[in-house]
């Protein structure tokens, strides 16, 4: 049989190339969101990855550009592993396959606005659905979070999508901890994590939505579209709680890096309360929050 080949190399400072040796069957093209890469699966793949800027493919070669946050030195090894396992699964028939490529895991440490709170975002989608879990609050529906909690200086767990926001107890520093944690997390994920049961349906918000007001709804659209994105950028989340017309009102919840941020409100006053004053003119004056 023969054998995947792939060489790796450094373009540049931002530039990465990959090329291999069997052709896909698609067009070149440049990709710069993982919804633009909806339908590649190997493009899109690379967008799991927090330091990818965006992605170039042709059917033997692919460029990635990266953001500032991590060198190609440091993980340039990790993509090749990842991109070689891709590949392999197209050309499941034509190669000589791997095991031990076949769970590979990478596992990037960022620091949040809330400096107690790691952010650590997985090459795999981790969940569909939020878990928020405090120490004092231990439940038995996930080994793998409760697990995280063997850690004395563990009090919060947030899970969303890739990545897993980590709150310390008080008197604790990442500084400390940020490196076997990380390597904790990253075993745990290679071995025990069942990446196919991962959940297959959102939660239906329907239901809960169907009683409110007009503005209610277009806050609701607003928070969704313009606002959880950058919030999870920084490894939190925002849900809206109720409007009060009165007196233009609006409670939302803060989950996970942003729940306790020293930041939060400023993010609340120069963000989120005047994206809302000029979107709903007039039917917004103050946002409140409520730390989950």
Not at 165 to 189: A, G, I, P
Not at 264 to 281: A, D, F, H, R, Y
């Amino acid at each position: 049989m023969n054998k995947l080949i792939i060489k790796s190399n450094i373009v540049s400072d931002d530039l990465a190339s990959f090329k291999w040796n069997f052709d896909l069957n698609i067009e070149n093209k440049k990709y710069n969101t993982v919804e633009e890469a909806n339908d590649v699966p190997l493009a899109k793949e690379m967008f799991y990855l927090p330091f990818i800027k965006s992605v170039s493919i042709s059917k033997n070669q692919m460029l990635l550009e990266r953001f500032d946050i991590v060198s190609w030195e440091d993980v340039l090894n990790e993509v090749e592993k990842i991109i070689e396992k891709k590949l392999q699964s197209f050309f499941s028939n034509e190669l000589q396959m791997d095991e031990k490529t076949q769970n590979i895991i990478t596992l990037y440490a960022e620091s949040t606005p809330n400096p107690n709170v790691m952010k650590f975002v997985c090459n795999k989608l981790l969940t569909k659905k939020i878990h928020e879990v405090k120490r004092n609050n231990l439940s038995n529906e996930s080994k793998f979070i409760n697990s995280i909690f063997s850690f004395d200086f563990i009090e919060q767990v947030f899970l969303n999508n890739n990545y897993i926001s980590v709150t310390l107890s008080e008197n604790y520093s990442w500084d400390c901890h940020v490196n076997n944690f990380r390597e904790f997390l990253k075993d745990k994920l290679e071995k025990e994590f069942d990446f196919s049961v991962v959940e297959k349906k959102e939660v239906d918000k329907s239901d809960s939505n169907q009683s409110l007001d007009k503005v209610s709804l277009q806050i609701i659209k607003i928070i969704d579209e313009y606002i959880k994105p950058s919030v999870a950028m920084d490894g939190g989340n925002i849900l809206f709680k109720q409007y009060h017309p009165k007196e233009k009102l609006v409670e939302v919840v803060l989950q996970g890096a942003c729940s306790g941020c020293p930041s939060s409100t400023i993010t609340l006053k120069n963000g989120i309360e005047n994206m809302l004053k000029e979107m709903v003119p007039g039917k917004v004056e103050t946002v409140a929050a409520i730390n989950g």
